[in-house]
């Protein structure tokens, strides 16, 4: 079974820098899919940004960029300029890219159990 | 364009009761998986559904069962309620078709509380 573990409960940035949050996992897999989530007070979970195991390139979106270290199962996630509207609960979830419909469809995410990000004004 | 919407967003039960929460897909999507988050934990894979049927499971009892219906709409139920049910349930949609490019999206959830 894959495990994924977040070993920063709470982190706090000021407004405008820079802040990292911490993602390792655990599988015997080869493919399979990484991502990090957002929750705010409203309870939605919100995509971040998504790796894909196979890619060697970092995923990037906007702001938001990624460190993926495979051989290291090491996923980590740089939050540039933050902003007041980034604080909230981060997750990261890890997905096997086997199984379910034929490997190509939407197995159960693992996640970890959260970051709690503070941006100070 | 609606997106994942669950109801009803709070629900309190007693113990040894029944539950049935509701969901519907963000447009266009065909697949449904439920998922329970407890306070202060990361949300944990209960089922996922597709055609009507349930595909994959995770490690919940049997207490937890559900349905999707034609539209793509679906139902968790929970029998026997226990004070450890208590938690946020969030549901996620997806569209098949995407294949490896699959992206969930999530409801708000229905806060759960068991007295």
């Known amino acids: 079974a894959q495990t994924v573990t977040q070993s920063q409960p709470e982190m706090s940035v000021q407004e405008a820098e820079t802040v990292t949050l911490s993602c390792t996992y655990d599988?015997?897999?080869?493919?399979?899919?990484l991502f990090w989530y957002k929750q705010p007070p409203s309870r939605q979970m919100i995509l971040v940004i998504r790796?894909?195991?196979?890619?060697?390139q970092n995923a990037t979106e906007n702001r938001f960029s990624v460190n993926f270290q495979k051989a290291a199962k090491s996923f980590s996630l740089k939050i540039s300029d933050s902003q007041l509207g980034d604080a909230a609960m981060y997750f990261c979830?890890?997905?096997?890219?086997?199984?379910?419909?034929?490997?190509?469809?939407?197995?159960?995410?693992?996640f970890g159990k959260g970051t709690h990000l503070i941006i100070q004004p | 364009d609606a997106g994942v919407t669950q109801s009803p967003t709070h629900l309190i039960k007693t113990r040894g009761q029944q539950v049935t929460l509701r969901c519907s897909p963000k447009?266009?999507?065909?697949?449904v998986s439920w998922y329970q988050q407890a306070l202060g934990q990361g949300p944990q894979f209960i089922f996922q559904?597709?055609?009507?049927?349930?595909?994959q499971r995770g490690n919940f009892p049997d207490r937890f069962s559900g349905h999707q219906f034609p539209n793509y709409s679906s139902e968790l139920n929970v029998n026997a309620l226990l004070l450890g049910d208590s938690a946020l349930y969030l549901c996620?949609?997806?569209?098949?078709?995407?294949?490896?490019?699959?992206?969930?999206?999530f409801g708000s959830g229905t806060q759960l509380s068991v007295l």
């Open positions: 996620a949609s997806s569209y098949l078709g995407q294949g490896r490019e699959e992206k969930l999206f």
């Open positions: 599988t015997s897999e080869s493919d399979y899919y």
């Open positions: 790796q894909e195991a196979y890619k060697q």
């Open positions: 979830a890890y997905r096997s890219a086997f199984g379910g419909f034929s490997g190509g469809g939407a197995d159960g995410l693992t």
């Open positions: 447009s266009g999507h065909d697949t």
């Open positions: 559904y597709y055609e009507e049927e349930e595909r």
